[in-house]
């Protein structure tokens, strides 16, 4: 059982950025790829963004090129970098480590891309 902790979300216009941040503890950071899921009304819950513990990343295609997944070691972070939003990344946002097996997941953080 570790802590999960996301935010950063809120409410913007489409085509602006937010800078998502996921609070973890130590061990759990440098022992695992993490990654950035996000869930939209009435979808299933869809990973976005990986890292592993060497700093090679990878995107699913319909973020790729907008969004932009790092690790910051002396923080114990994992954080996500989302330009050019669309009201397509409306979801809520978590993170884990690149799972099975995932730990409990956190509350999330609400992005929401609306006019």
């Known amino acids: 059982q570790v802590q999960l902790v996301e935010s950063g979300g809120g409410l913007v216009q489409p085509g602006g950025s937010l800078r998502l941040s996921c609070a973890t503890s130590g061990i759990f950071f440098s022992i695992n790829a993490m990654g950035w899921y996000r869930q939209a009304p009435g979808k299933e819950r869809e990973l976005v963004a990986t890292?592993?513990?060497?700093?090679?990343?990878n995107y699913v295609d319909s973020v790729k090129g907008r969004f932009t997944i790092s690790r910051d070691g002396a923080k114990n972070t994992v954080n996500l970098q989302m330009d050019s939003l669309k009201p397509e990344d409306t979801a809520v946002y978590y993170c884990?480590?690149?799972?099975?097996?995932?730990?409990?997941w956190g509350q999330g953080t609400q992005v929401t891309v609306s006019s």
């Open positions: 890292i592993s513990r060497s700093g090679y990343t």
């Open positions: 884990n480590r690149v799972g099975p097996p995932f730990d409990s």
